[in-house]
């Protein structure tokens, strides 16, 4: 059964720094998009960044040169390093993973995790 399921949330204060990961297992195809989402209360999900199979990356202009995605050789496992971090970065963060064959940029995803809390303290 496919699944990804994330850790590394916490709580820090602003300017410090988290990695979060990924894990996907039950996945047998090798061209994908994955990517990291995030939605604070009251607030619509808004992607953070995406990175496919070819190494294809994109940024939301708001976390770009902050936040960097990367992912291990095997596809099994995503990472978002999130540095100077800012109050306004506070949010459930999720990550997903597109069908078989489909690269990025997408605004569709098929697969989610159940999320991991990102809170930073002013």
């Known amino acids: 059964q496919a699944q990804l399921v994330e850790s590394g949330g916490g709580s820090v204060q602003a300017g410090g720094s988290l990695r979060l990961s990924c894990v996907a297992s039950?996945?047998?195809?090798?061209?994908?998009?994955m990517g990291w989402f995030r939605q604070a209360p009251g607030k619509e999900r808004e992607g953070v960044a995406q990175?496919?199979?070819?190494?294809?990356?994109i940024y939301a202009d708001s976390v770009k040169g902050r936040f960097t995605i990367s992912k291990d050789n095997a596809g099994n496992t995503l990472y978002l390093q999130l540095n100077s971090l800012k109050p306004e970065d506070t949010a459930m963060y999720y990550c997903?993973?597109?069908?078989?064959?489909?690269?990025?940029?997408?605004?569709?995803?098929?697969?989610w995790g159940q999320g991991t809390q990102v809170t930073v303290s002013s």
């Open positions: 039950g996945f047998t195809y090798t061209t994908y998009c």
């Open positions: 997903a993973k597109s069908r078989w064959g489909q690269r990025c940029p997408r605004t569709d995803f098929a697969y």
């Open positions: 990175i496919d199979s070819a190494g294809r990356i």
